[in-house]
Nanobody, 124 residues
Framework: QVQLVESGGGLVQPGGSLNLSCVAS????????MGWYRQAPGKQRELVAT???????HYADSVKGRFTISRDNAKNTVYLQMNSLKPEDTAVYYC??????????????????WGQGTQVTVSS
């Protein structure tokens, strides 16, 4: 299968910035959509931003103009640059990826994977 590992979370003051990274590993054949979701305490997981191949991005209204999603296809990595952070951005941020991976020399299957999550806390 394909594993996702996030990094870059932490504690930041309101108005500050953080850059999240998510690296995918495994016998990846192709990577289609990659994205970031978040879940705050007591709330459902929600979409933050997605990026597909060819490059097309989509953002939640709450983060438009503040967050930027990007990807490095050669490194199977997706980033989320978060600027002008607000206390309401506090959540566990999860990486998600969909694509195909090799199960044999030529055989492949589709996958959809989640990372373990990284905590982002915005507080003074």
């Amino acid at each position: 299968q394909v594993q996702l590992v996030e990094s870059g979370g932490g504690l930041v003051q309101p108005g500050g910035s953080l850059n999240l990274s998510c690296v995918a590993s495994g016998r990846i054949r192709s990577m289609n959509a990659m994205g970031w979701y978040r879940q705050a305490p007591g709330k459902q997981r929600e979409l933050v931003a997605t990026i597909t191949s060819p490059e097309s991005t989509h953002y939640a209204d709450s983060v438009k103009g503040r967050f930027t999603i990007s990807r490095d296809n050669a490194k199977n990595t997706v980033y989320l640059q978060m600027n002008s952070l607000k206390p309401e951005d506090t959540a566990v941020y999860y990486c998600n990826a969909e694509g195909t991976y090799f199960t044999g020399i030529f055989a492949f299957q589709s996958f959809g994977s989640w990372g373990q999550g990284t905590q982002v806390t915005v507080s003074s």
